[in-house]
């Protein structure tokens, strides 16, 4: 099971919202067809599922054989919001131009009604 880290990295890099992490990444994962896959079929998966693990655990296979690679991952992740919550709490942040309402939850039990 790869550490928490890799599993949080893997989200981001699924909901494609860290650029400079998921272009990283993909730059990685180009001579490893296998491995682009795997960022491929994360990409809008939620957290926590099948395919963000998968992804997970190519970034724990990929960060053992290259020390470059897992300095240069863990240098993006720290500059990501995401990065400094701690397991458990919640970091909620919207970017761009948001044109609707934005509702930003954990933990509801029960009905929302709006």
């Known amino acids: 099971m790869p550490e928490p880290i890799l599993i949080s990295i893997a989200a981001a890099l699924a909901?494609?919202?860290?650029?400079?992490?998921?272009?990283?990444?993909?730059?990685?994962?180009?001579?490893?067809?296998?491995?682009?896959?795997?960022?491929e079929a994360a990409s809008g998966a939620p957290s926590g599922t099948e395919p963000v693990k998968a992804l997970a655990e190519r970034l724990e296979t990929a960060q053992a054989a290259d020390e470059e690679f897992a300095e240069a991952l863990r240098a993006e992740w720290e500059k990501l919001p995401e990065s400094r919550v701690s397991y458990g709490e919640v970091h909620n942040s919207v970017t761009g131009t948001v044109t609707g309402k934005v509702v930003q939850l954990r933990d509801v039990h029960g009905n929302i009604n709006l």
């Open 15 to 39: 909901a494609k919202g860290a650029t400079g992490l998921y272009d990283l990444v993909k730059r990685k994962f180009a001579k490893d067809p296998a491995a682009t896959l795997a960022l």
